[in-house]
C-alpha cells in the first residue's frame, strides 16, 4: 500500500471515530448541550475569522492603477521596444 493510501486510510478511520464520537457526545453524554455549545461556538469562530482576514487583505492591498494609465504605460513601452527606422 502506497504512503497516500495509508494516510487516505488513516483519514477515513479517523473521520469515522470522530464521527461516532461526537454522536456519543451529542446524543447520549451528559455534557451534550456544552459539546453543541462549543460547536457552534467554534463554527461561527471560523467564519468570522475567514471574513475578518479577507476585509483585511482588501484593507491593506493597495488599489490597482487605472486602466488609462496602463494603456499609456503600454503604448509606450511598443514605442521605445520598435527599433528606428532611418
Same mark, same amino acid.
Given at each position: 500500500?502506497?504512503?497516500?493510501?495509508?494516510?487516505?486510510?488513516?483519514?477515513?478511520?479517523?473521520?469515522?471515530?470522530?464521527?461516532?464520537?461526537?454522536?456519543? /457526545?451529542? /446524543?447520549?453524554?451528559?455534557?451534550?448541550?456544552?459539546?453543541?455549545?462549543?460547536?457552534?461556538?467554534? %463554527?461561527?469562530?471560523?467564519?468570522?475569522?475567514?471574513?475578518?482576514?479577507?476585509?483585511?487583505?482588501?484593507?491593506?492591498?493597495?488599489?490597482? @492603477?487605472?486602466?488609462?494609465?496602463?494603456?499609456?504605460?503600454?503604448? @509606450?513601452?511598443? %514605442?521605445?521596444? @520598435?527599433?528606428?527606422?532611418?
Amino acid at each position: 500500500m502506497s504512503r497516500d493510501q495509508q494516510i487516505g486510510v488513516l483519514l477515513l478511520v479517523g473521520c469515522v471515530a470522530g464521527i461516532i464520537l461526537y454522536g456519543w /457526545l451529542v /446524543l447520549f453524554s451528559q455534557w451534550a448541550i456544552f459539546v453543541l455549545q462549543l460547536t457552534a461556538f467554534a %463554527g461561527v469562530a471560523v467564519i468570522l475569522g475567514v471574513l475578518a482576514w479577507i476585509g483585511y487583505t482588501l484593507a491593506t492591498t493597495p488599489p490597482p @492603477k487605472p486602466l488609462e494609465e496602463i494603456e499609456k504605460e503600454l503604448a @509606450k513601452e511598443a %514605442g521605445e521596444s @520598435k527599433p528606428e527606422e532611418k
